[in-house]
């Protein structure tokens, strides 16, 4: 008798299109999202707040209600969702540049007050719909279109470590940092997506998750070097781990 | 159950009347960033919205404000924030996007001097800044305009009403002068039905098909049409909701108009005026959009000049002389924002005016 080992979650569009380059991690992080969705059976009750740049495509997907958010307002706009229906799970999913650099306000103070919410952060350590410029979360060293000399200290400053400072705010239920660069990864990425979606839903405060993920188009890479990157150039500088966990007491 | 002084005839200052109107018309959620000379509304929301169990936050700033506004909209529910000029400034993206996503965002906007940080004066430098705005993208926001604070009270039950009717921003806009000074109001009840949303609004895609709100629009022919979709409700909101005061113009040589609170001086000066026996008409735009065109150009057939007086250098003379479109003469007298004319001074302008 055969055993069904792969299925497209319920809660994606029965007529999505790929659109993601090839190699691209935001077609696992949101197949993820999608099967945690599933196993929790939040669909029906589900509001996203998307954000601006490659992740805004996660409505093209789903199936779920959204709304489009202005560049870095995610958070505002999810909030808003929240206060005015606090019955319904609301999340974000958004990059780097959205979530770190442009809505660090915003991000910061969702988590600062505690808004019952979940963000998921697709960290590529560059803006991959604009063609690969510099932003928040590009490595020191690193090339891109407005680092053609790699990121250097005297002009651009240090990259930031989000997943640790949404861990810092008092507000935060759940924090973690996870990659996508094998199927053990992929596991824990889940599972810690799980957790910032099951801190919303029992009400404990913000859960995020930040994903280390690949741009091959941005990085001339093919997409198993991409992963290799990730592995050997992203994750000691981005260090995967839970930050925060409020429902278990030994880990912090 | 709202008991926000609803009843009787009650002595209150501008600000703390449009906020318990606000309560009263309805609003759900308030989000909020504290500037003089409006930092009384948001005072006003954070007691009572919490006290009636509704939704308050003290936002981080007025981008995040304006953006919460948004995402209470977007589940049909009545949601505002108020502000003042300088701030507004860092709204417009947000408005923007709202008439594309048809969110019935409320924003009440108490204006002070300007440009840049200015000072906390009574002005009406921002006609500009709410009637043509400075977001991306073809657009209009609905704007009403109070000149006491009953009618504050009024336009805020209008300001809900619209933007809800049309799905569009609507502004309040009043001044530092009408958000501070205090004046015998009736709230009352909230005189408008209640708009039904289910049709469109973000509650969860359960036994539907799920919905998106988005303005991103990669495609020419979706987008031409819902600019025209969108336009369409502007040319309903211009035949059928424009409101304006008009007083004697139906003799009368010369027709002064003004908007908001200043329209007090300027219609006690025209009182003086009458009594020497000059004939003067005078005509108050209620609604900034939708401009009252049509009325203005009955009116320019019959007289032989305008004259629009502002509290700035000259912003809503442009829309009067687009109006009468050269129909009558069109003269201005303003001051620089900031600084109030009297009535006497105002007497002295318009006299010259008709000479």
Known sequence: ???????????????????????????????????????????EKTIAATSIGCSVTIYDFLNVDAIESPHG?????ATGVKRANPDKFVFTYSGDGDFASIGLAESLHAALRGECLSAICINNTTYGMTGGQLGPTTLLGQVTTTSPMGRNVEYYGYPVKIAEHVALCDGTAFSARVSLD?????????????????????????????????????????????HERVRNEMMPVFVPGVYKDITNKENN | MVECLNKTKVLTKGNYAIANAAVIAGCDCYFGYPITPQSEIGEFMSGKMQE??????????????????????????????????????????????????????????????????????????????????????????????????????????????????????AILLADGLLGQMMEPVEFGEYPYPE???SDW???????????????????????????????????????????????????????????????????????????KGLKIGFFRPITLFPFPNKRLQEIAGK?????????????????????????????????????????????????????
């Open chain 1, 73 to 77: 307002r995610a958070l505002a706009v």
């Open chain 2, 52 to 169: 009636l169990k509704r939704a308050y936050v003290s936002a981080e700033s007025e981008l995040a404000a304006i953006n919460m506004v948004l995402g209470a909209c977007s589940t049909g529910k009545k949601a505002m924030t108020s502000s003042s000029s300088c701030a507004i400034a860092l709204m417009q993206e947000a408005l923007s996007y709202a008439t594309s996503d048809e969110l019935p965002v409320v924003l009440v906007s108490v204006m002070r001097g300007g440009p840049g940080l200015g000072n906390i004066f009574p002005s009406q430098g921002d006609y500009n800044q709410s009637t043509i705005g400075g977001g991306d993208g073809d657009y209009k926001i609905i704007v009403l305009s109070p000149s006491t604070v009953q009618e504050a009270v009024d336009l805020t039950y209008k300001t809900f009403y619209l933007a809800h009717k049309y799905r569009n921003p």
């Open chain 2, 303 to 355: 007289t032989k000049k305008f004259l629009t007086i502002e509290v700035n250098m000259g912003q809503m003379v442009r829309d009067v002389r687009l109006a009468v479109n050269g129909k009558v003469p069109v003269e201005f007298y303003g001051k620089p924002v900031g600084s109030w004319p009297s009535v006497e001074e105002l007497a002295e302008a318009i006299e010259k005016a008709v000479i």
């Open chain 2, 201 to 275: 609004a973000l509650l969860g895609a359960k036994n539907r098909n799920s919905r998106i709100i988005r303005s991103y629009s990669p495609q020419e022919e979706p987008q031409c049409e819902h600019i025209r979709h969108i336009f369409e409700k502007y040319r309903h909101l211009e035949e059928n909701e424009v409101m304006y005061e008009e007083i004697d113009t139906e003799d009368a040589d010369l027709v002064v108009l003004s908007f908001g609170s200043l329209s007090r001086n300027v219609k006690a000066a025209i009182k003086q005026l009458r009594e």
């Open chain 1, 182 to 226: 094998t199927i053990a990864n992929i596991r824990k990425a889940k599972q810690a997506i799980k957790k910032a979606f099951e801190v919303q839903l029992q009400g404990l405060g913000f859960g995020f998750v930040e994903i280390l993920s690949t741009c091959p188009t941005n990085w001339r890479m093919s997409p198993q070097q991409a």
């Open chain 2, 195 to 197: 708009v039904d949303h």
């Open chain 1, 1 to 43: 008798m055969a055993t069904q080992v792969f299925k497209v979650p319920d809660s994606f569009k029965k007529d999505f299109k790929y659109t993601f380059c090839p190699g691209c991690d935001h077609g696992v992080a949101i197949k993820l999202v999608a099967e945690v969705m599933d196993e929790l059976g939040i669909r």
